[in-house]
């Protein structure tokens, strides 16, 4: 009877860990497949931008132009509250606010950008000569964008 009592707990004991690993397993590919979900849809919306860029860079599209790609660019990626051009002395020269949101530029035309956000996000794709993504803005009733 004692040797089937153990056999028993054993068993229970394995079935606990089997599960316990089932579940383990299954909780890190789900986060995996959510990284790389999030990872491709930035590397997509980075793209859009660089690409957008570009063409602004070359003269390819002009006002009108990066207002509409940049419109489109934000209906497809929701996380994009602004899409701005800045000019090398830091001065807003073009810039699309989301459609919908009450919330006031964040810069406007011809405004020189001095918060530290806006600064650090300058600085890194001056140096990196690539598009950056800003860390998130507080608004003045503490709204995050």
């Not at 054993?10 to 860990?17: D, N, Q, S």
């Not at 590397?43 to 063409?55: E, F, S, Y």
């Not at 602004?56 to 207002?67: A, I, K, N, R, S």
């Not at 899409?83 to 006031?104: C, F, H, I, N, Q």
Request: aromatic share 8%.
């Amino acid at each position: 009877m004692v040797l089937f009592i153990m056999a028993m707990g054993a068993f229970l004991y394995a079935m606990h860990r089997q599960d316990a690993q089932q579940t383990r397993d299954t909780l890190i590919r789900d986060v995996e497949l959510a990284r790389q979900t999030l990872r491709v849809r930035l590397q997509t919306t980075q793209d859009r931008v660089v690409q957008l860029a570009r063409d602004v860079g070359q003269e390819v599209v002009d006002d009108t132009g990066f207002l509409d790609r940049a419109r489109a660019a934000m209906d497809a990626a929701p996380e994009v509250h602004q899409v701005g051009l800045m000019d090398r002395e830091r001065y807003s020269r073009w810039g699309v606010t989301r459609r919908g949101r009450p919330e006031a530029d964040l810069h406007r035309a011809d405004e020189r950008i001095e918060d530290a956000e806006s600064y650090w996000a300058f600085v890194t794709a001056r140096d990196s000569a690539r598009a950056v993504f800003s860390r998130p803005f507080v608004g003045p009733a503490s709204d995050i964008y």
